[in-house]
């Protein structure tokens, strides 16, 4: 199912879940008596040729029943909604604890100060667009703003919160199962509040390191002193004659468009997926061994050369969520 609240996958969402639908059906139950016994009493005891509507003033029975049963309802609501908060405001013993920041139109994550998330600028892993965390792990989240209101709200896990400038907040959330469950900001926060998602996804507990290890080699790579190496030799070689990169003087228009390249499925018209540091080196090493009659040369590059390119080329990736993606 879509992101929607009654599909709770996480104890928070589930708390407001358990909750709404003990309220839905009392509220059900509430209608079927009141609406039933109105629409009898008007039938039964309407005035009509024959009969003469019976005159009483008060019903002592009656008027204490509804007048005792909807305070008790109001009261077990009550005291429901306050246990049920007490646990979805319970901060205490957070297996993980993140910082979240929100901004004219996007989040951005940071990671914990620990080893697994440290790179190799002495600075810590932090990324826009997707929150990663490991499934059954109770995960606080110290929300912030940079500018305007926003709010943090992944429906089928739960728990909504406002990110408000100046003045920090705190929502825990916690996952059943790996996935990937989708999220979106619930403050109007300007013209690209529609496009201020979140992408939540949860890992097994024994897939979270490879997938930390993973962003970090790729946090790392975009700080790695080589690939601007990379970025400068592709610059200065035939490359540019052939192809673009958007954002550079790179313009060539014989070859496809690199902007994303490290985004696309695969490369040489499909016949390298997916696009990895090993298949590009495949093909920048020797195209016309790959794909015999392509109209991309051999340059007789140096591995090294090669590797320093192929370090840059995987730094092209394309946001997600951004309209022009490959
Ligand atoms: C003479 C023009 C030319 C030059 C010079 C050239 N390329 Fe290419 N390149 C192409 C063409 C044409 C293709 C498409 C090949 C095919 O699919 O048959 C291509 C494909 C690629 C691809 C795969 C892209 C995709 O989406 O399929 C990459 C990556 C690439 N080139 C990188 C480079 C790099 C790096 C250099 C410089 C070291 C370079 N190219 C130099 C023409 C060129
Ligand atoms: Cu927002």
Known sequence: ???????????????????????????????????????????????????????????NVLELLWTVIPTFMVISFSVLSFQKLTVMNDMSNPGMVMNVQGQQWSWTFSYPQEDRFKLIDNTYLSVGEELHIPVNTKVLLKLSSKDVIHSFWVPNIGGKKDAVPGRPTEIWIQADKPGTYRGQCFEFCGTGHADMLITLVAHAQNDYSTWAAEAVKEANRLRDPNTQKGRELFLSLPCVGCHTVKGTQAAGKVGPELTYVASKKSIAGGLLSPVNEENLTRWIKNPPAVKPGTLMPNLGLSDDQIHDIVQWLLTLKCAQNQPKCP
């Open 1 to 59: 199912m879509g992101p929607w609240p009654n599909d709770p996958l996480g104890p928070q969402a589930r708390s407001a879940a358990d909750i709404y639908w003990i309220m839905f059906v009392a509220a059900v139950i509430v209608l079927v008596i009141v609406d039933g016994g109105l629409v009898y009493a008007g039938l039964k005891f309407r005035d009509r040729p024959g009969h003469v509507a019976k005159q009483f003033h008060g019903h």
